[in-house]
Structures are given as C-alpha cells and as structure tokens.
C-alpha cells in the first residue's frame, strides 16, 4: 500500500532564508510523487511531479524537490522563502494500481516570517 | 487549462436537508473524478472516485446512500449530501482527472449544517 509521512505539522522559516518542508514516502513499486499548496478556504494547487527522470524537478513559483530513492523522500525546497509562500503544503503519491488515486500527507504549515 | 470548478463555493443548509455541490472540468474531457473531504487542519480523506457512466467507488467508511456521486457526463460530477446533519459540516473538494494521470482540484466548497 502507498502511503506518505510529512513529519512536521508546522514548519517557520525567515523571509529570504531557504525552505524545506520534508515528504517521505512508503510505495510497493516506483513512486510517483505530488507536491500540492493550499491557500486558506481554496482548493489544493499543483507545484510539482515527479515520474521519471532527473532527481531535482523544477516546479512552480521558484519550488522544487529532489527525489531520494535510497531515503525514500520528496522534500519541496526554495532557495528563497517569500512572505506570499506561507499556507498549508501537502505531498502525496499516487496509487500506481489503482483509479489515479492520490494518497496525501497530513499536511505542513508553512509560515514566513517577514 | 486543466481548470476545474465547484458549485456553490459556500453553502448553509438546515439539518434534515440535502445539498447538492457540483464539480465541472471546464476545458478537458474528465474520465475519473474524486471527491475529497477535509476537516479543519486535517489533510484530505478521499471519499469516492467516480468514471463517467459508472457507479461511483466508495472508500470504506463512507455512506453511499448518504454520499451520492452522479458523474453523468465527462465535464460533470456531483455530490449530493442527504440528509445533512451537523457532523456532514465540511469542506469538500472535487478533482478531476483525464487521460493522463495528474488530477486538477477544484476550489472547494464550504458546507455548514446548522
């Protein structure tokens, strides 16, 4: 079964210093891996995927994450954290097996502080 | 595009009624539409996936008869919450997905049962 671990519920960070909001993944087979951002009262908003290929993948609004095979992590990472990055961020993998579905972390909130 | 939209945003509804939210992919054909439930501060529980002229798959722990999905064309889905009763008071959100494998999120809509 898939299944995927955000182990910060909350996560602080200096406007202008790098980000990191961690994602560890638990899948039978290779993984493919979402990182989502939620705004308050809206829907999630795609940043980035990972399927095949380069480790680093390059994503939305200046994010990006590296896949870790041997951890087993997708951790989403920004060189510089700006005051509009701080909302609720959700990583998540999907069932390779299944209808599409998307098994989703518990969610990490972001807060930049200016 | 990719743009999935939910009807209404917001809605009110008094214990004992049903309220119908609906999900539209407005700009590609969505074969597999999801919907997602999702507590204050809590990641998203997937309730049901549904494929265009098929009976919805509930997860476990879901009501059919409570919960009803009717995904009658590619560009359409709705859930009908019976009987609401305060507990139903949520935010849900729909995703849709076509013929490839991300799914596009709509915004979410706010139910309160009062």
């Known amino acids: 079964a898939q299944s995927v671990a955000q182990p910060e519920d909350q996560v602080n960070v200096a406007e202008g210093n790098p980000l990191t909001v961690k994602c560890t993944y638990s899948v039978s087979g290779n993984p493919y891996l979402f990182w989502y951002v939620q705004y308050p009262n809206r829907g999630l908003q795609f940043l980035l995927k990972y399927i095949t290929g380069d480790n680093l993948v390059k994503g939305s609004y200046g994010f990006e994450a590296e896949f870790n095979k041997s951890q087993t992590s997708f951790h989403l990472k920004k060189p510089s954290a700006l005051v509009s990055d701080s909302a609720l961020y959700f990583c998540?993998?999907?069932?390779?097996?299944?209808?599409?579905?998307?098994?989703f972390g518990t969610g990490t909130r972001l807060t930049v502080i200016p | 595009g990719a743009v999935v939209s939910q009807h209404p945003s917001w809605v009110i509804c008094k214990s004992g009624t049903s309220v119908k939210i609906e999900c539209r992919s407005l700009?590609?054909?969505?074969?597999?539409m999801f919907w997602y439930r999702q507590f204050p501060k809590q990641s998203l529980m997937l309730m049901a996936t549904s494929n265009e002229g098929s009976k919805a798959t509930y997860e476990q722990g879901v009501e059919k008869d409570k919960f009803l999905i009717n995904h009658a064309s590619l560009t359409l889905s709705t859930l009908t919450v019976t009987s609401a009763h305060p507990e139903d008071s949520s935010f849900y959100i729909c995703?849709?997905?076509?013929?490839?494998?991300?799914?596009?999120f709509g915004p979410g809509t706010r139910l309160t049962v009062t």
């Open positions: 995703s849709a997905s076509g013929m490839s494998y991300e799914q596009y």
């Open positions: 700009d590609f054909q969505a074969t597999t």
């Open positions: 998540a993998v999907r069932d390779i097996g299944g209808a599409n579905n998307l098994f």
